[in-house]
């Protein structure tokens, strides 16, 4: 319980479910998931990486994404982290993945691209941007289960121009349908 | 500009654009892009509608979709809707489109789904909820343009099984990539 800001559970006229309110201002914090856009960039056969600069996980290595903004679609979200996290152009050519972590109310679309022109560095939330091959990806030094699970959807369609986007993982909060 | 609740735009600590905060309690809202998800719903040939009983497009006919809540995956918000839409119980095959309409923040996630067992009914946000060949479907008085697509998206992809989910038809926003 914080003493400032929207704090009090109430349900809004017209609503069915309690909103976080401020009795200060009468301020309804409508909170709704928000969706995280990403994507698995690969030249020739090497996957892009980047090796976080900031909490949480920082050291560790993730795909280029972050949460939507206002008046942007996932397509340009996804090319604006690509630009903001590895000063990376990118072309985006299918949709990999839908993945879902309710517990934390977020939802990831993460596409499969390719540079769009030559180059990348680390950008300010990224200690450094690296490609690897398949085998020299950092398995034990992964951010996020996400970004393993999008890697293994990029290599099994490798091959594939039309395919259906995954999902999480059998097990993993919502079974392939 | 209101005088109540967020409402001065500021760069937050950390931050690298301006958030609406409130100058009375501190509270900042971040706003994100909204997350709608629904379902394309058939039986048999035909496809399942519902006339809106509240506004926007009051009258007029829509999908069961609605904004995810949250710890919500999308597929659960489907669900969700056509119970509170339409009194369906629906099963889910296919992510059949993922379209965007930044102008308003928003982003929709339509899935391809069968009723999961008989019935339906209108419930308390619709006027009546019935099922249309696809030659009487009431195309003057559908209510938004994604509703159009993701009917048109159900057609195109009736005989298959793997598929990419569609987006925006060309020229609307973004083009299919």
Same mark, same amino acid.
């Given at each position: 319980m914080t003493d400032q800001g929207p704090r009090i559970l109430t349900i809004p006229a017209g609503d069915d479910r309690e909103r976080l309110t401020c009795p200060?201002?009468?301020?309804? +914090?409508?909170e709704n998931p928000k969706m995280v856009a990403g994507s698995v960039v690969s030249v020739d056969e090497r996957i892009m990486l980047c090796r976080r +600069?900031?909490?949480?996980?920082?050291g560790f290595w993730t795909l280029p994404a972050g949460f939507l903004e206002l008046n942007e679609t996932p397509e340009e979200g996804a090319r604006r982290e690509a630009w903001e996290e590895a000063r990376a152009r990118i072309s985006i050519n299918a949709l990999l993945a839908v993945y879902s972590v309710p517990r934390i109310s977020q939802v990831q679309l993460i596409y499969r691209a390719t540079l769009a022109e030559p180059g990348f560095e680390a950008g300010p939330e990224s200690l450094e941007v690296a490609l690897f091959t398949w085998a020299d990806i950092p398995w034990n030094e992964i951010a996020f289960p996400s970004v393993r699970w999008a890697l293994d959807e990029y290599k099994a369609r490798?091959?594939?121009?039309?395919f259906a986007p995954g999902v999480n993982p059998p097990g993993m909060v919502v079974d392939r349908f």
């Open positions: 200060d201002c009468g301020f309804v +914090a409508y +600069a900031i909490e949480p996980r920082k490798l091959n594939q121009t039309v």
